[in-house]
């Protein structure tokens, strides 16, 4: 199945649910995630004991696991720049069918995708991602899922939240209803179909 990890590095992934699937021995997954983490920290265990077949993501250097694989065949990669793959996921959750960019034109990039012209100017079509689950991490949530995030862990979790056709939402702390004032929701709980109580970060992170 394809399963999007919220998180940049670590930070904003959903440390509970990792370690969940971890132990339930989940494998051959299809993820779509900005990274693939460090080897102890975020969607990089996972990544590390082989449990995902192929992921769509911006760079993969800071987890070695994940180039060694790659490079042995165990592991299918599509990179594609942070930027665009932000913005693919987002098409996905509006219900776009792409978006239209210039980077990656007349290089490797360009293969196999369609090009289009556009007032006279030429465009790679990157197609839109989504995904069958979601999991995202968020500071606070409420019994409706309305979600507020801390920091940059406002990443590509409100986006991924809106891409997936059930979105499954870490939260540090759920509050009652009426706690979150509307102004600072970032995430409505129409896109949020679970809530789970974090246990918190099982890892150390790599600068610490």
């Not at 992934?13 to 299809?30: N, R, T, V």
């Not at 509050?175 to 246990?199: D, R």
Request: proline share 5%; net charge negative; hydrophobic share 45%.
């Amino acid at each position: 199945m394809t399963l999007m990890v919220g998180g940049f590095g670590g930070v904003g992934s959903p440390p509970s649910i990792l370690q969940a699937l971890l132990e339930c021995g989940i494998k051959d997954l299809h993820v779509i995630s900005n990274d693939t983490g460090f080897p102890d920290i975020g969607i990089g265990r996972m990544v590390r004991n082989a449990r995902v077949k192929s992921i769509v993501t911006s760079h993969i250097g800071s987890n070695p696991f994940a180039g060694k694989l790659m490079t042995e065949g165990e592991l299918k990669v599509e990179f594609s720049p942070q930027g665009t793959l932000a913005e693919r996921i987002r098409a996905g959750g509006v219900g776009l069918g792409g978006v239209l960019v210039d980077v990656g034109l007349d290089s490797i990039a360009e293969s196999g995708k369609e090009k289009v012209t556009v007032k006279g100017k030429q465009y790679l079509v990157e197609e839109a991602l989504t995904a069958e689950v979601s999991i995202i991490f968020a500071k606070k949530a409420d019994p409706f899922g309305n979600l507020v995030f801390d920091k940059s862990a406002r990443n590509m979790n409100p986006l991924m939240a809106m891409a997936g056709e059930i979105t499954i939402v870490e939260a540090e702390e759920i509050v009652p209803l009426g706690a979150l004032s509307p102004e600072e929701i970032v995430t409505p709980g129409v896109f949020v179909n679970y809530i789970v109580a974090s246990e918190g970060v099982n890892w150390k992170w790599a600068w610490e």
